[in-house]
């Protein structure tokens, strides 16, 4: 079946570093690609999507292409945060919004 | 964006006893999830609640112990039943509602369950 395999966490960085959270997919089709971030305490919020290959989606900095000939989808920012502290989750459509989500990698940014 | 309020947010339980969680959304929604994130695992989904007419389980759950109710719109309750250390995850409720020509998926907060 389809499945999302993460980056394992957790991951700890300095202020204004270099982030990239690595995800893979395997999937049959084409399915849309996901990220979505769970800050403390809070519910999973969508960050971005692609919704097919070469697409890039971008909100708040972050950045993912979707790589079809590596059935990649990786997280990237050019300079975190101390508020980009979260889980952050990848994940794939398998059509009527049923999605299915890598492990999850938790981020720590340090000031 | 859809405001989801998610009862319990957390609870210990006894082994063998069982616990309804209450997914509460303030508008109507199209599509109604529960989903269930082990430790150290991914989300999984567990099925999705129709409204009036039983719950769509995936591979591997069943409606015995995962008990699905979703009387209107707006609410639905899992009910993990007989529970067991195995049980012990976060539950999460989601939701979609139409955006303009598009679906929007919103999660709630979870109901972190540990189970003794």
């Known amino acids: 079946g389809d499945s999302v395999t993460q980056m394992e966490g957790p991951v700890t960085l300095s202020e204004e570093a270099f982030l990239t959270i690595n995800c893979t997919y395997t999937a049959t089709g084409y399915p849309s690609l996901f990220w979505y971030v769970q800050y403390p305490g809070e519910g999973l919020q969508l960050l971005l999507k692609a919704t097919k290959a070469d697409d890039k989606g971008s909100n708040k900095g972050f950045e993912a292409t979707y790589r079809k000939e590596t059935t990649s989808f990786h997280l990237e920012k050019g300079s975190v945060q101390v508020s980009d502290s979260a889980v952050y989750f990848c994940a794939l459509n398998q059509g009527a919004q049923k999605l299915v989500f890598g492990q999850g990698t938790r981020l720590t940014i340090n000031p | ?116």
């Open chain 2, 1 to 116: 964006s859809a405001v989801i309020s998610q009862k319990p947010s957390r609870d210990i339980c006894q082994r063998g006893t069982s616990l309804t969680i209450q997914c509460q959304v303030d508008s109507q929604v199209t599509m109604m999830f529960w989903y269930r994130q082990q430790p150290g695992q991914s989300l999984t989904l567990i099925a999705t609640a129709n409204q009036g007419s039983e719950a769509t389980y995936e591979s591997g759950f069943v409606i015995d112990k995962f008990p699905i109710s979703r009387p209107n719109l707006t609410f639905s309750t899992l009910t993990v039943s007989n529970m067991s250390p195995e049980d012990s995850s976060i539950y999460l409720c989601s939701v979609t509602r139409a955006l303009g020509t598009n679906e929007k998926l919103f999660f709630g907060s979870g109901t972190q369950l540990s189970v003794l």
